[in-house]
């Protein structure tokens, strides 16, 4: 995939998992209930800075906060772009 949005520094642009919409016994879930998802899949990544650069690469799924980073909607698709150090782990 393609995408014509360019981090800088130490971003990364993540495109977010589905939220779960059924519980494991088969409920469903609606969407005033639904979790945030904390996993995702990095788009776009930064050179990193002089000090630090980037380990995470596009194609990583990643797993990071609860909060973390800022929610961005680009050709009707939602996005976080967040700092590479607000990640957590790659999965």
Do not use: C, H
């Amino acid at each position: 995939m393609s995408i014509n949005i360019k981090p800088l520094a130490d971003r990364v642009l993540v495109e977010p998992a589905p939220a779960e919409t059924k519980t494991a016994s088969g409920l469903i879930i609606p969407d005033s209930a639904k979790e945030k998802p904390l996993t995702g899949t990095v788009v776009a990544a930064g050179k990193g800075t002089k000090d630090e650069p980037i380990t995470v690469k596009v194609g990583d799924t990643v797993l990071y906060g609860k909060y973390a980073g800022t929610e961005l909607a680009y050709e009707g698709k939602d996005y976080l772009i967040m700092r590479e150090s607000d990640i957590f782990a790659i999965i």
